[in-house]
């Protein structure tokens, strides 16, 4: 199937001895002598060796996942929080026999989701015991049996060109008209992960400064929420489409913030943003949309943002150091099977808010920036 001929005419914007290098350094990596002495050869063995690891959690790495889907669609973990577990008592509370009831739990031990505490006995591993404390990881594990069944033709999903509905594309159904069935969906999802990304911005900028505050696509006002809690003098508000507004109310009930944060419906595309706030939120927005209609979004909110005003960026980006899989590889995959958006990297962000009309940008620290990274634009 492939048409790609064996040698390449060296584009001119790669220099010629990071080509000549890379080609030398991957020839050697790839011959088997080098593999057969590096795997012998003392220092370098353990290097080879971490490294064979990796490249067996790469070819098998689907496989790791969908035992974590597994031991959280039986209620795994919530089982082994309890107490130690034996297969027998796993079997009994999952339906599973005894015998696939084994070997799940003996697989999640091997990803450190289970632990045996002593033979046939099984608590949670630190991993579990991370996941099954993090509801919002916990809905996403789940949500991720759609971006699985998406993804069960890579080659194909790609070839489609996001040209025909996905199972994503129609979870993420942002429309006007979407029922408001389908915007709680989306709305429950989001704010069950909101509290990482809330810890990670509230952390990083100080937004007790400001004075209004308005998150635009701010779904049923978690973050919203958040920030109010944070900053009791802020005043505080949420613009989104109608139909997850229309939800927001049962929500902000539960979390005791009803009439602490205001609420707008609109399309952020056709509709003004409420004007007179002097911090603009996106959260986990941007990323959902094209180039073109960012920056469209970019400039109706320096607009609307107050002289002075700043706007605050936070979502996990693209070439973050040290998480770089979770930007070009695992966004990048989720937001093509979406059928829109692109994960973008911090600079990505700072060359649209130029563009978008901003004199300027800054990129402030977060701890975890595989959960989300801030950039604020000002001027
Ligand atoms: C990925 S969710 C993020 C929600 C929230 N900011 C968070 O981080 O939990 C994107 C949000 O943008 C909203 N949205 C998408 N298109 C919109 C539009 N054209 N106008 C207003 N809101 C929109 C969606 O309804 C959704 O609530």
């Known amino acids: 199937m492939s048409t790609i001929p064996d040698q390449l005419d060296p584009p001119s914007a790669v220099a010629p001895w990071r080509r000549r290098w890379t080609a030398w350094r991957n020839g050697v990596l790839a011959s088997p002598r080098f593999q057969f002495w590096a795997a012998r050869l003392p220092g370098i063995a353990m290097v080879s060796r971490h490294r064979a690891a990796q490249a067996f959690d790469l070819v098998a790495g689907f496989c790791y996942s969908q035992v974590l889907m597994a031991a959280v669609q039986v209620g795994l973990l919530d089982l082994l929080r309890r107490g130690p577990c034996s297969a027998d008592d796993v079997a009994l509370a999952s339906g599973l026999s005894p015998q696939a009831a084994l070997r799940l739990v003996r697989a999640a031990a091997a990803l450190d989701l289970a632990e045996e505490v002593a033979p046939g006995w099984w608590m949670l591993g630190q991993q579990g015991a991370a996941l099954q404390a993090n509801p919002g990881a916990i809905a996403m594990v789940r949500h991720h049996a759609l971006l699985y069944a998406d993804l069960a033709d890579p080659v194909a999903l790609l070839l489609r060109d996001r040209a025909a509905p996905t199972a994503l594309s129609s979870f993420w159904h942002y429309a006007q008209d979407a029922s408001e069935h389908e915007a ?68 902000l009930d539960a979390a005791a913030m009803r009439g602490r944060i205001a609420l707008h419906g609109g399309d952020f595309f056709r509709d003004p943003i409420p004007p007179g706030h002097d911090c603009i939120t996106l959260v986990r927005v941007l990323h959902d949309h094209d180039d073109d209609a960012c920056l469209a979004l970019l400039r109706a909110a320096r607009q609307a943002l107050v002289s002075g005003g700043r706007l605050v960026v936070a979502e996990p980006m693209a070439k973050t150091p040290g998480a770089a899989a979770m930007g070009d590889a695992y966004f990048g995959f989720y937001l093509w099977a979406m059928n829109a958006g692109r994960p973008r990297s911090a600079a990505e962000y700072g060359a649209l808010l130029k563009k978008a009309g901003f004199a300027g940008w800054r990129r402030h620290r977060t701890a975890y920036p595989v959960v989300a990274s801030v950039v604020v634009a000002f001027g």
């Open 184 to 251: 709680a969906s989306y709305s429950a999802l989001m704010a069950a992960s909101q509290a990482m990304v809330a810890q990670q911005a509230l952390a990083a900028y100080p937004f007790a400064r400001h004075r209004r505050l308005l998150d635009l696509g701010g779904g049923h006002g978690a973050f919203a929420s958040a920030v109010a809690k944070a900053c009791p003098a802020l005043e505080v508000a949420v613009f989104d489409l109608p139909p997850v507004v229309a939800g927001a109310g049962a929500w």
